[in-house]
């Protein structure tokens, strides 16, 4: 734990949401190739190359062949096994796993290669800044994941139900978060949710 982390109030820990089944890929996306390494690894490598203190992955669907196939560097995974029951299961989980010295998390999706190591500093450094109990991206006048959430806000995300996520949250409460602005010029790390969404990863014109 870093000397900086004691003395602002915990650890920062990052949650990687990697549970899905791909049911409109086809196919499991977080073992599609993006520069030569699955997609879920590129998203957890960046994380790992943060300032977060740790980092846990939950997996769910194919987590047998996910796990041979991607390195997770530094970061801990845990399986869930109601994955079918949506994100928010998937949430409940991963807050549950996260270390007690966490005094917020920032939860990332497992589907957004386009998120740098860089891009959750700014995030973590700003909602610390800022004095506020979240923050997020915001594109298009929109609140976006990755999302950095205080310790007081989890039972927030642990009361949610079905396939709903922290965009629930942070659109319904804005006052609470802080937002960084993605201008159209920079590359917003879209989430990979369908073949089309690939195709225009791959070809560059995301």
């Not at 996910?66 to 949430?91: P, W």
């Not at 807050?95 to 998390?105: N, Q, V, Y």
Request: include cysteine; glycine fraction near 10%; hydrophobic fraction near 40%.
């Amino acid at each position: 734990m870093r000397a900086d982390s004691a003395r602002a109030g915990g650890w920062s820990s990052g949650l990687v949401l990697a549970a899905g089944g791909s049911s409109r890929m086809g196919s499991p996306k977080q073992l599609l190739p993006v520069d030569g390494r699955p997609l879920l690894e590129v998203v957890v490598s960046q994380a790992c190359a943060s300032q977060l203190d740790e980092v846990v992955v939950v997996l769910g669907g194919n987590a047998a062949a996910i796990k041979e196939r991607v390195d997770f560097g530094r970061a801990r995974t845990v399986v869930n096994r109601d994955y079918a029951q949506g994100m928010s299961s998937s949430l409940r989980l991963g807050l549950a796993s996260l270390s007690r010295e966490t005094g917020r998390t920032v939860v990332i999706l497992g589907d957004q290669p386009g998120v740098s190591a860089s891009l959750l500093d700014q995030l973590l450094d700003l909602q610390r800044a800022s004095g506020l109990p979240a923050a997020a991206l915001s594109f298009d006048g929109l609140l976006h994941p990755p999302v950095v959430l205080e310790r007081p806000l989890w039972p927030d995300l642990i009361s949610l139900q079905g396939d709903v996520g922290c965009r629930a949250l942070i659109r319904s409460r804005p006052e609470l978060v802080a937002s960084l602005a993605v201008s159209g010029d920079s590359r917003h790390p879209v989430d990979i949710d369908t073949p089309e969404d690939y195709q225009r990863l791959v070809s560059g014109s995301q």
